[in-house]
């Protein structure tokens, strides 16, 4: 089976560090990706870590994944989350297991952000950890 794990981020997660730092903490996408590298090294992962602020691509991505035969998928989805029916349909039509990862709690947060389309596709949610959502994540996957 493949060791390859996708970790897609969608939009304003490239601004992290400075994006609403009360919400989202002071890392960056690029210290968590590196916290990401660190225990996929130990848990045998090869990673693939993208961003995007355009639908498109996280939908192109998650197909990608499946052709690459990946192990998992970790999507942050971001405010997609909340609006993509696409994503949920692109989830759903790949055989590969995503995993929902949020770095605050959106149960905890606005009405709008209760709903996760992709969520329903998904076969684990991890939320309101900050960075952690991302390991913790990739522990489950492990786990999968
Ligand atoms: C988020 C939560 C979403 O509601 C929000 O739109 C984001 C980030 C999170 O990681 O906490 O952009 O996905």
Known sequence: ?????FILNGPNLN???TREPEIYGSTTLAEIEAQCLELADVLGFEIVFRQSN??????DWLHEAQAAGA???????????HTSI????????????VIEIHLSDPRTREDF?????????????VQGMGPG????????ASRL
């Open 1 to 5: 089976m493949s060791s390859t794990v």
């Open 15 to 17: 601004l992290l560090g």
């Open 54 to 59: 355009h639908e498109g691509d996280l939908v």
């Open 71 to 81: 192990k998992a998928v970790l999507v942050n989805a971001a405010a997609y989350t």
């Open 86 to 97: 696409a994503l949920l349909d692109a989830a759903k039509a790949i055989a590969v297991p």
């Open 113 to 125: 952000r209760h709903v996760s389309y992709i969520g329903e596709a998904c076969v684990d949610t």
């Open 133 to 140: 959502s991302y390991t913790e994540g990739l522990k489950r």
